[in-house]
């Protein structure tokens, strides 16, 4: 009697970690979903901040690269419009997930 009481109870412990454990730790759902949104908001913010600095180049030399004199500026100009397009792709592919 005392082995079936015994196993009963250690069976009852179990669920009970099992529950515990359930309700207060993070499923792997919760925790992508959360990545994701993490993900998208970094991109994002990366988006908005090389826009902004191609706008205030634009603003100081002009928004045609080829007409720039300074090459390093012309050159620089050209990458953020490619990095743009790359990070534009980026952030439409994680809204979409």
Request: aromatic share 8%.
């Amino acid at each position: 009697m005392s082995k079936i009481i015994a196993i009963l109870t250690i069976i009852g412990m179990c669920f009970g970690v099992f529950f515990y454990v359930d309700a207060n730790y993070a499923k792997c759902a919760d925790v992508k979903a959360i990545e994701r949104r993490l993900d998208y908001k970094i991109e994002s913010d990366k988006l908005t901040t090389t826009q902004g600095r191609l706008w205030r180049m634009e603003d100081r030399y002009g928004a045609d690269p080829d007409k720039i004199q300074d090459k390093d500026a012309r050159q620089q100009m050209k990458e953020l419009k490619v990095d743009i397009d790359v990070q534009k792709e980026r952030v439409k592919h994680l809204e979409g997930k």
